[in-house]
């Protein structure tokens, strides 16, 4: 008899599916179906990545963002539990626009930044987003302006 061991290992990161997209392509015998998955992965410490994949089926797209994901997380300085200055960041198309909130007055951020805000261990920050509605370019610009911070 083999010895197993069933019990469940801790994940290190909490995953969090973002968007979840069926897109199709028109071809000369018909259309080609696909599906793509936008992840955001973070240990609720500092540490936080996200991924798009690409695949025929849902979850061969969702485990091919989370391995992309896992691969390109970044380490965020948090102090206490919010952020500690104001910050505004733009990348491409889109623009953010970040401040500390008080304490208890939890994340006030819309669409995918408050899911990276609770990945990363934020609690308390104000947010706006200006711009694009591109979910994508959006998560990369709330990571540019989490790593821009100073203590």
Do not use: W
Request: charged share 30%.
């Amino acid at each position: 008899m083999r010895d197993r061991d069933y019990t469940k290992q801790p994940k290190e990161f909490d995953e969090k599916i973002i968007q979840l997209k069926r897109v199709s392509k028109k071809t000369k015998g018909g259309n080609k179906i696909g599906f793509t998955a936008l992840v955001v992965v973070g240990n609720r410490k500092g540490k936080v990545g996200y991924g798009l994949g690409k695949a025929k089926t849902v979850s061969e797209a969702i485990q091919k963002a989370l391995t992309k994901a896992r691969d390109n997380t970044v380490e965020i300085t948090i102090t206490g539990a919010s952020i500690a200055h104001d910050i505004r960041m733009k990348f491409k198309g889109a623009s953010i626009f970040m401040k500390p909130a008080p304490a208890g007055a939890g994340i006030i951020a819309g669409g995918a930044i408050r899911d990276v805000m609770d990945l990363v261990g934020i609690k308390d920050v104000s947010a706006k987003m200006l711009g694009s509605s591109n979910k994508e370019i959006n998560i990369h610009c709330a990571l540019n302006a989490l790593q821009a911070l100073r203590k």
